[in-house]
């Protein structure tokens, strides 16, 4: 159970749910926690995973706990930080050169041999981030927010919620979904291209590496959560990241570039008259990981 707490920032009340609180600093935690549960508990002694640095970092943590080895695929360009956070759990770290796709066609390569601790496939690791959903309702006593801020690269946060709160309509106890807000940098921006049905720059270097996926393959699903909660998606500059990263730490929350979007896109939101009264901003990364 991650805090939830109300501030005013740059004029707007906004409610943070601060998920970089998690144990290995990423809201990825409870995700790794029920994948590597179910892979240890089917016998699975090793494996490997493809991460930008956060999930690396949580199934490297679970797996150390379980005492499983793993070696964990990483583009070379990942934060330092991130890197010797792996090491230190135990990991063996293979660095791919190129983009964030060139690592993931690597893994693919490797899990042909190995058991692939998949974040983005294996369906285990929504049931931990849906848990998200479950948080709020239980945190707001019933009353949900009207719209939740999330950043979005392969949507394991936004399928997560998406099917928490489902879940809680299929019990009878909520009528509808919260509007899901979908962060994505506009320099990578494959969800905002797809719903809004306008050309994007494709896949150019962003501050927010956590969510520089060009081409997920969950693409459809994401879509549809963003859909059927009626959310919408939103693109934020790198300017707009670099600020509101700043921002935030004016106010207190040591968060990285990836987590600091959500700030950016509230601000935005309000500025074009979108933001809801009661919003939650979803503080998914820590600062630690970004600065040396
Ligand atoms: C801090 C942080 N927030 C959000 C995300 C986005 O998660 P997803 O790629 O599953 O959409 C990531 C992904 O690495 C992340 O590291």
Same mark, same amino acid.
């Given at each position: ?51 930008s ?22 583009p070379?360009g990942?934060s ?19 983009t964030r ?41 019933? +009353? =949900?927010?009207? %719209?939740?801020? @999330?950043p979005v690269g392969?949507?394991? #946060? *936004?399928? $997560? ?22 962060v994505q940098a506009a320099a990578c921006a494959p969800?905002y ?7 994007t720059p494709g896949s150019l270097p962003t501050l927010a590496e956590g969510i520089a996926i060009a ?20 693109i934020v500059s790198e300017s707009n990241i670099a600020?509101?990263q ?10 990285e570039p990836t987590?600091a979007v959500?700030?950016a896109?509230?601000? +935005? =939101?309000?500025? %074009?008259?979108? @933001? ?5 901003? #979803? *503080?998914? $990364?820590?600062?630690?990981?970004s600065?040396?």
């Amino acid at each position: 159970m991650t805090p939830l707490h109300q501030i005013n920032y740059a004029g707007i009340r906004l409610w943070l749910k601060h998920d970089y609180l998690c144990p290995t600093g990423s809201y990825k935690d409870r995700g790794a926690a029920v994948l590597v549960n179910r892979a240890s508990s089917l016998g699975v002694r090793s494996g490997v995973e493809d991460s930008s640095g956060n999930a690396g970092c949580a199934i490297a943590a679970y797996c150390a706990l379980a005492g499983m080895s793993c070696q964990i695929y990483v583009p070379a360009g990942t934060s330092p930080n991130k890197l010797r956070q792996i090491e230190a759990y135990g990991a063996d770290i293979i660095k791919i050169s190129g983009t964030r796709q060139d690592t993931s066609d690597a893994v693919k390569h490797a899990a042909k041999t190995s058991t692939y601790l998949s974040h983005i496939y294996d369906p285990h690791f929504y049931q931990g981030t849906k848990t998200i959903a479950f948080e709020l309702y239980e945190q707001m006593q019933g +009353n =949900l927010p009207d %719209q939740i801020i @999330l950043p979005v690269g392969h949507g394991t #946060l *936004l399928i $997560g919620i998406w099917h928490g709160f489902s879940q809680l309509m299929e019990l009878g106890l909520i009528t509808h979904i919260p509007e899901l807000i979908a962060v994505q940098a506009a320099a990578c921006a494959p969800l905002y291209a797809a719903w809004s049905g306008s050309e994007t720059p494709g896949s150019l270097p962003t501050l927010a590496e956590g969510i520089a996926i060009a081409r997920p393959p969950r693409l459809k699903q994401m879509l549809r959560a963003v859909r059927e909660s009626n959310g919408r998606v939103e693109i934020v500059s790198e300017s707009n990241i670099a600020d509101s990263q700043s921002e935030a730490w004016r106010h207190g929350l040591f968060i990285e570039p990836t987590s600091a979007v959500v700030l950016a896109a509230a601000v +935005n =939101l309000s500025l %074009q008259g979108f @933001l809801a009264e009661r919003t939650v901003c #979803l *503080l998914s $990364g820590h600062g630690l990981k970004s600065v040396c």
